[in-house]
């Protein structure tokens, strides 16, 4: 039979939607479904400040009758209004192993994309590139941390089918707290001698004000990295509200320079560990369950999602051993916790200064997240 290829409407049509990752990865051991209420969140206008600045569109696919594959397509008038190239996007591409039903949301994900004026497609971004990002390709045998894509091992030859091309790969790096390189030691003292140079962790009786500072930082030091895109107020907004429930302060880092915030360092807990056998729900019990493992038992896993040196100081040469002063930090606290292993990324893979400093500070690359292209033609 032949593909149908049904339209959801953002926000009140999601239930098949959010069906497909479970039947595509359910068989999977190492997928962990994300939370139901996130996603939902992220899907719905009302609720994520992203449908603010773009136009998205949900497809499902269908065969036989069967659900067998989703995707998005999005146009982010805020990527375009500061690179001005002509570039859709699509997310949330989860199929069966069949080509002709990547080929079938992808040609839907084209003309909803066309439609709008877009000259090339990229992805996936699920749905902006400060959320989830790439599809993973290699690493397949760790589970994913929160807010890091989990692909099948045949997804991205479903893409390549449908005619997407590798336009840039991201790296996951993979660093143990207990692990301390005698170059992170050396940067770590030379930063104490210091005497302008200050660390502290964020202040949780001024969350809001804090958080905001953190991203003000990040995204200074990252403004010019690859279809890097600023947070508009309000995205900064529903940052901050996801975000401060989740803080450990001792993994919220900032070090400032003579009284300014310099750089940052933010890695929160692994809340996929926590929420492993949720299956994405948590009622009627899963919140009680999540709560419990987060912030009593705690979990052994972190992430490092924000590292950063604003540009005048990353432009100073002697400041240029802040980042590996702050990984010490953050690993030598996190073992203090009780954390085993975190995860520091993603990270570009043309960033070689940046690749070649978490490797001199023990960070291994275990995972691979790829970002494909294609031209559209008429």
Known sequence: MAIEIRQHVPGKDLHDFMRVPHLVLSSDPNWIAPLDLLIEEQLTPAKNPFFQHAEVALFTAWKDGALVGRISAQ???EHLKKHGDETGFFGFFDTIDDPEVGRALVSAAEKFLREHGMKRMRGPLSLSINEETGMLVEGFEYPPMMMCPHHTRYQNKIAEAAGLEKAMDLFGWRYTVSELSPRIVRAHDAVRAMPEVRIRTLNKKRVDEELRLVLDVWDDAWKDNWSHVSMTPS????????????IQEDLALIMEVDGEPAAICFAIPNINEAARDLRGKLLPFG?????WRLFVKNPKTARL??????????????????PMALVYEVKTRGERIGYEWGELGWTLETNTPVNVMIKAVGGKAYKTYRVFEKALTA
């Not at 995205?235 to 989740?246: N, P, Q």
């Not at 919140?287 to 709560?291: D, E, G, H, R, Y």
């Open 235 to 246: 995205e900064v907004a529903g940052f901050v509200s996801t975000m401060k429930w989740v």
């Open 305 to 322: 999602i924000l590292l950063g040196v604003k540009e005048k100081f990353r432009k100073q040469r002697k400041y240029g051993v802040l």
């Open 287 to 291: 919140a009680f369950k999540l709560i």
């Open 75 to 77: 146009v982010d008038r």
